[in-house]
């Protein structure tokens, strides 16, 4: 069975203060695709990352950054020094197997506040 | 940056009435896919469509639900009937070798 945890459900910080937002992923598949989109309170889906399975790399993106553990089947995100902005709903996400046309697996998102 | 756009952003409409959401993916990409999301719940897959068929479909994706790529440009999403339970938003993506790309959404309100 495929299955995306995010055990934290809503989450406070605040301005400045780093915070982690956990994902758990379950899945059989060798080759699996893992992602993280944002939904702010106008309601889209902002892509922030795709990473694959063969790729454990951790990945920085500016304030942003991912830590993937296969041992562990977890795929981390971390804000470093939050903005207000940052406050939205974010998702993890699994996309299992090799075929071209899998669709998503997402998470229940957690919901992270960022107090001025 | 290609866009996959839908309309309309919003609609409201009556319990029991038909509505047709409407979808334009990237043009080419190959798979086009429906997700819903109930308010305040996680994005749940409803069907994706490759090659003019359905290639996959979850168990929301009931008999009142179907989908169509009239003209190779739209897609589209029809509820049959709607329930008060129907209200979520509903978001169209495209797919190209694992490029994904998800529309701004449309929220669907039935009264």
């Known amino acids: 069975a495929q299955k995306v945890t995010q055990a934290q459900t809503e989450i406070s910080v605040v301005e400045k203060e780093d915070v982690t937002l956990d994902c758990v992923y379950e899945?059989?598949?060798?080759?699996?695709?893992l992602f993280w989109y944002k939904q702010p309170p106008s309601g889209e889906l902002v892509f922030l990352i795709r990473?694959?399975?063969?790729?454990?790399q951790n990945e920085i993106s500016g304030r942003y950054s991912w830590n993937f553990q296969k041992s562990t089947s977890s795929f981390n995100f971390t804000i470093t020094a939050s903005q207000v902005v940052d406050s939205a709903v974010y998702f993890c996400?699994?996309?299992?197997?090799?075929?071209?046309?899998?669709?998503?697996?997402f998470g229940p998102g957690t919901r992270l506040s960022v107090l001025p | 940056e290609p866009e996959v756009t839908q309309t309309p952003s919003h609609q409201v409409t009556q319990m029991g009435q038909e509505v047709i959401l409407r979808c334009v993916p990237i043009?080419?990409?190959?798979?086009f896919y429906w997700y819903r999301q109930i308010l305040g719940q996680k994005v749940e897959f409803l069907v994706s469509?490759?090659?003019?068929?359905?290639?996959?479909k979850s168990e929301i994706f009931d008999d009142q639900f179907s989908v169509e790529r009239p003209d190779g440009s739209n897609f589209t999403l029809k509820i049959r009937s709607t329930k008060l339970e129907d209200s979520a938003m509903y978001f169209c993506?495209?797919?190209?070798?694992?490029?994904?790309?998800f529309g701004s959404g449309t929220r669907l309100t039935v009264v």
């Open positions: 996400a699994l996309i299992p197997g090799d075929n071209y046309g899998q669709n998503f697996v």
């Open positions: 899945t059989r598949d060798t080759t699996y695709y």
């Open positions: 990473r694959n399975s063969f790729d454990e």
């Open positions: 043009s080419n990409h190959l798979y």
């Open positions: 469509f490759y090659n003019n068929e359905i290639s996959e």
């Open positions: 993506a495209s797919n190209l070798n694992r490029g994904y790309t």
